[in-house]
């Protein structure tokens, strides 16, 4: 049973680059850096400033509850001191459809956008940011329905009903490829006439960055992002947004007796989800949605099907058999380059990394994960070549001070520790838990090991990260809790720069929803 479908790497390389006229001669004739844009607030040489992180959010209201609108309501209280908010990806659930951006997106977050007096009236296309919302893709955001469920979910109830699919957000269109999104938050170039894109181009790339002419971003006018991903300086600290769905396919399996054994350990997991899934499947379709007892139910067997449907994709990508195109090179060595120039200029203060798929994490279902694991070496791989080029430059300072990311449904505060690459002492902020159903934390502890390759083929293993504070499900019955979250960043003057993280919490407690702020972590 596969409810959904995901495009190869290759080809959301080759759509998204299509969407925004990559390297079309008007912008090389200008000299534009299509991956560069200055956020113009007027404060952006300010070296105190705030921000908030929020992730995984773009879901709807759940019998009654709207946890995504309690989070947002939670953020207006941070508005007037924030610049900026950063979204780690899953802006739409469950497959990106434009048809879910009114309900999902701009209903909940309409005090953050021009107009949101009146949210009926806003075009999920046509979006202008009072406050910058500044999103990176996640997996649902490049989701897609197979023709045939198209038919089944995109019809009436009855018919849902008939195959025991209720409450599940997929109508009769997916992402398109990635392609709602683009239209919602990316400055979309395909769609300007080419007799109107050379004056687009000279109203709307003026700024300029270390590289060339780059894109004006500028709130309350025009608020379009210029890349899948992309780079902005603001208040003395490097900002990269990465677009991690084109470099998190699994390393192949080795062709071995070991590789054998695995394959099959995978082919029969995946054929345990199956089963699994069918038995809650059959559990909801003795259950009412309308009966306030059992709604709630329904609500954690919905998410028990999520999990399972993540895990059985992961295991898919696992098996498949994978080439060079599978791995987004160019924009791993785009980063690489631009974490060298940015080390290299002494005006910059700090740097924060933020994408969807976290690299370490201890949530039940992804700390494991192929995806995880091919994430993390990744990024490990561009940060030695990175350190390698440096030489003494960082001064022993970590190569990035927080690294942002989503996917998993929870709020997060993980260090690496000595690792023994170029990925040591790094921070990282899970920041999950923004809407969608909250996870659990897996139940092996909160040191995170990883097996390493010796030069003679010998395995050992060591610890790599320390999961420091989880925000997720907790308990059962009576005790359970699920909290969603948020994160405020203050970036300090002075240098290097001082990040204070402040999570915060919302959740519903005797039918009432009560916020909070954490503990603030000092980075």
Same mark, same amino acid.
């Given at each position: 049973?596969?409810?959904?479908?995901?495009?190869?790497?290759?080809?959301?390389?080759?759509?998204?680059?299509?969407?925004?006229?990559?390297?079309?001669?008007?912008?090389?004739?200008?000299?534009?850096?299509? &991956?560069?844009?200055?956020?113009?607030?007027?404060?952006?040489?300010?070296?105190?400033? !705030?921000?908030?992180?929020?992730?995984?959010?773009?879901?709807? !209201?759940?019998?009654?509850?709207?946890?995504?609108?309690?989070?947002?309501?939670?953020?207006?209280?941070?508005?007037?001191?924030?610049?900026?908010?950063?979204?780690?990806?899953?802006?739409?659930?469950?497959?990106?459809?434009?048809?879910?951006?009114?309900?999902?997106?701009?209903?909940?977050?309409?005090?953050?956008?021009?107009?949101?007096?009146?949210?009926?009236?806003?075009?999920?296309?046509?979006?202008?940011?009072?406050?910058?919302?500044?999103?990176?893709?996640?997996?649902?955001?490049?989701?897609?329905?197979?023709?045939?469920?198209?038919?089944?979910?995109?019809?009436?109830?009855?018919?849902? *009903?008939?195959? *025991?699919?209720?409450?599940?957000?997929?109508?009769?269109?997916?992402?398109?490829?990635?392609?709602?999104?683009? =239209?919602?938050?990316?400055?979309?170039?395909?769609?300007?006439?080419?007799?109107?894109?050379?004056?687009?181009?000279?109203?709307?790339?003026?700024?300029?960055?270390?590289?060339?002419?780059?894109?004006?971003?500028?709130?309350?006018?025009?608020?379009?992002?210029?890349?899948?991903?992309?780079?902005?300086?603001?208040?003395?600290?490097?900002?990269?947004?990465?677009?991690?769905?084109?470099?998190?396919?699994?390393?192949?399996?080795?062709?071995?007796?070991?590789?054998?054994?695995?394959?099959?350990?995978?082919?029969?997991?995946?054929?345990?989800?199956? #089963?699994?899934?069918?038995?809650?499947?059959?559990?909801?379709?003795?259950?009412?949605?309308?009966?306030?007892?059992?709604?709630?139910?329904?609500?954690?067997?919905?998410?028990?099907?999520?999990?399972?449907?993540?895990?059985?994709?992961?295991?898919?990508?696992?098996?498949?058999?994978?080439?060079?195109?599978?791995?987004?090179?160019?924009?791993?060595?785009?980063?690489?380059?631009?974490?060298?120039?940015?080390?290299?200029?002494?005006?910059?203060?700090? *740097?924060?990394?933020?994408?969807?798929?976290?690299?370490?994490?201890?949530?039940?279902?992804?700390?494991?994960?192929?995806?995880?694991?091919?994430?993390?070496?990744?990024? #490990?791989?561009?940060?030695?070549?990175?350190?390698? !080029?440096?030489?003494?430059?960082?001064?022993?300072?970590?190569?990035?001070?927080?690294?942002?990311?989503?996917?998993?449904?929870?709020?997060?505060?993980?260090? &690496?520790?000595?690792?023994?690459?170029?990925?040591?002492?790094?921070?990282?902020?899970?920041?999950?838990? !923004?809407?969608?159903?909250?996870?659990?934390? #897996?139940?092996?502890?909160?040191?995170?090991?990883?097996?390493?390759?010796?030069?003679?083929?010998?395995?050992? &293993?060591?610890?790599?990260?320390?999961?420091?504070?989880?925000?997720? *499900?907790?308990?059962?019955?009576?005790?359970?809790?699920?909290?969603?979250?948020?994160? =405020?960043?203050?970036?300090?003057?002075?240098?290097?720069?001082?990040?204070?993280?402040?999570?915060?919490?919302?959740?519903?407690?005797?039918?009432?929803?009560?916020?909070?702020?954490?503990?603030?972590?000092?980075?």
């Amino acid at each position: 049973m596969k409810l959904i479908s995901e495009p190869s790497v290759s080809v959301k390389i080759q759509k998204m680059k299509q969407r925004v006229c990559w390297q079309h001669p008007s912008i090389l004739q200008r000299g534009i850096d299509q &991956t560069s844009m200055i956020l113009d607030d007027g404060r952006e040489e300010n070296p105190d400033f !705030s921000f908030m992180v929020i992730g995984d959010s773009g879901t709807k !209201s759940h019998y009654g509850f709207h946890p995504q609108r309690q989070v947002a309501q939670m953020m207006l209280n941070h508005i007037h001191d924030s610049r900026f908010i950063l979204h780690t990806g899953d802006v739409i659930y469950v497959v990106g459809s434009r048809e879910y951006y009114p309900a999902n997106f701009i209903e909940p977050y309409r005090e953050f956008i021009v107009g949101g007096e009146n949210p009926k009236n806003i075009a999920y296309d046509q979006m202008i940011f009072k406050l910058p919302i500044l999103p990176v893709l996640g997996n649902h955001d490049y989701y897609d329905v197979p023709w045939f469920y198209r038919l089944i979910t995109g019809s009436t109830l009855p018919l849902r *009903r008939m195959l *025991r699919y209720k409450d599940i957000e997929i109508g009769w269109h997916g992402s398109n490829q990635g392609d709602a999104y683009t =239209r919602a938050f990316i400055d979309y170039l395909a769609a300007i006439s080419p007799a109107e894109l050379e004056h687009h181009l000279d109203e709307h790339y003026t700024a300029k960055s270390d590289v060339g002419r780059c894109l004006r971003y500028q709130p309350g006018k025009f608020t379009r992002l210029p890349n899948r991903y992309y780079t902005f300086h603001y208040g003395g600290i490097d900002f990269f947004a990465l677009d991690s769905n084109t470099f998190n396919t699994p390393e192949p399996l080795p062709e071995n007796q070991a590789g054998d054994i695995f394959r099959r350990e995978l082919l029969q997991r995946r054929q345990e989800l199956e #089963r699994e899934e069918w038995e809650i499947l059959g559990e909801c379709d003795q259950l009412d949605s309308e009966n306030p007892a059992e709604s709630e139910q329904l609500a954690d067997l919905g998410a028990k099907l999520d999990q399972l449907n993540e895990v059985k994709i992961d295991i898919e990508k696992q098996l498949e058999t994978h080439t060079l195109d599978d791995v987004d090179f160019e924009q791993l060595e785009w980063l690489r380059s631009r974490l060298i120039e940015s080390w290299q200029n002494s005006e910059v203060r700090g *740097r924060v990394i933020f994408f969807h798929h976290p690299p370490y994490v201890t949530e039940a279902t992804k700390w494991h994960q192929g995806q995880t694991l091919a994430v993390r070496h990744r990024l #490990r791989g561009v940060f030695e070549q990175v350190a390698a !080029s440096l030489g003494n430059i960082n001064q022993g300072r970590p190569l990035v001070d927080v690294i942002c990311s989503g996917h998993a449904h929870c709020l997060e505060h993980l260090r &690496t520790v000595n690792t023994g690459y170029a990925d040591s002492h790094i921070n990282y902020i899970v920041c999950g838990g !923004s809407g969608r159903r909250p996870r659990r934390q #897996r139940q092996e502890g909160t040191e995170l090991m990883e097996a390493f390759l010796t030069t003679d083929n010998s395995n050992f &293993t060591q610890k790599v990260a320390d999961s420091l504070l989880y925000v997720g *499900r907790s308990g059962y019955g009576s005790q359970r809790k699920k909290p969603y979250s948020c994160v =405020r960043v203050d970036v300090k003057a002075g240098f290097p720069a001082k990040f204070i993280v402040t999570p915060l919490v919302t959740e519903l407690i005797e039918g009432k929803w009560c916020d909070r702020s954490l503990e603030p972590i000092v980075i």
